[in-house]
Structure formats: structure tokens, C-alpha cells
């Protein structure tokens, strides 16, 4: 097994019982990002998938940039989602979506949002980000903020 096969079997384990609930959706986000009203991001909400996190689609992943608009329960849901989906790509950075997950798991502006992790999820995280810098194509850019990213996320799995 390859480390992205270990890595992305760790996920779906840690992550298995998150589910979306009332949690901020993609399309949600995208409206909240506007300053879209209510009713507006109750039709972009009810255009979501919204079963297992494993089956949002790639399309939808690669079409979002959600992070910062994410409540913690929608965090919790589309991680795992957006973390496995960069690991299925050789190279890992064969797609865009692998620069917007590394700054979605930055703390520099806000970890409100990641409120809903576990230590257990915290730790796969870690996992993923120790791993993604290893494969970044242009690592002397990002190498900062792999080490903020990582340093919070090992601390949490330690102190959750």
C-alpha cells in the first residue's frame, strides 16, 4: 500500500461517522461568500449533495474554494472529502484543489472553524500535511505555511 493509499484509508476511518447535518454546504459557502441572503442559501444549500462525505463528487470539490465561509460542522464534513480527493491525484498537486486545501487547514485566519475535530482527526491531518509538503512541486513558496499548518494540527491531536 502506497503512503496516499495509507494516508487516505487513515481518513475514512477517522473520519467515518462525520456527517454534513445542518453544517455550511459548498454552494452554501459560495453564497455566504457573496453576502447572499437566506433564501438564497437555502436553494444554493438544497443543489448539494449532502450524503457520505466519501461520495461528494471531484467535480463539486474541484469547482469550490469553501474553507473560509465553512462553518466547524461543515468543516469537519468537507475535509476528509477535499483531503482524500487531492491524495487520489499522482502527482498530489496535479489538481488546484491541493493549494486550496493547504490553506483552508493554514490557522493564520481563523480555526473557528475547526472546532469539530477530533484529536484522532487532527492527527490525520497532520499525517496529510507531512506528507503533502513532501510531494509540493514548489515547496521553497508554501514551506511556511506547512509549518504553521502542521505545528497546530499536531498540537491539537495532542491537546484537543
Known sequence: MTEAENLRTRIRRAFTDVTLGGGVTLREARVLDRYGSFRE???????????????????????????SFLDAVGFAYYAPAYLTHVLSHDPLYATDTADT????????????????????????????????????????????????????????????
Open 41 to 67: 442559501r437555502e436553494r444554493a444549500r438544497a443543489l448539494d449533495f449532502q450524503g457520505p462525505w466519501w461520495e461528494v463528487s471531484g467535480e463539486d470539490l474541484e469547482m469550490h474554494r469553501p474553507f
Open 101 to 160: 486545501v493547504l490553506l483552508g487547514l493554514w490557522p493564520r485566519y481563523s480555526v473557528a472553524r475547526f472546532g469539530g475535530i477530533t484529536a484522532e482527526q487532527a492527527a490525520v491531518i497532520a499525517a496529510y500535511l507531512e506528507y503533502a509538503e513532501t510531494q509540493d512541486p514548489i515547496l521553497e513558496c508554501r514551506a511556511a505555511v506547512y509549518t504553521d499548518a502542521w505545528v497546530y494540527w499536531a498540537r491539537r491531536a495532542q491537546h484537543p
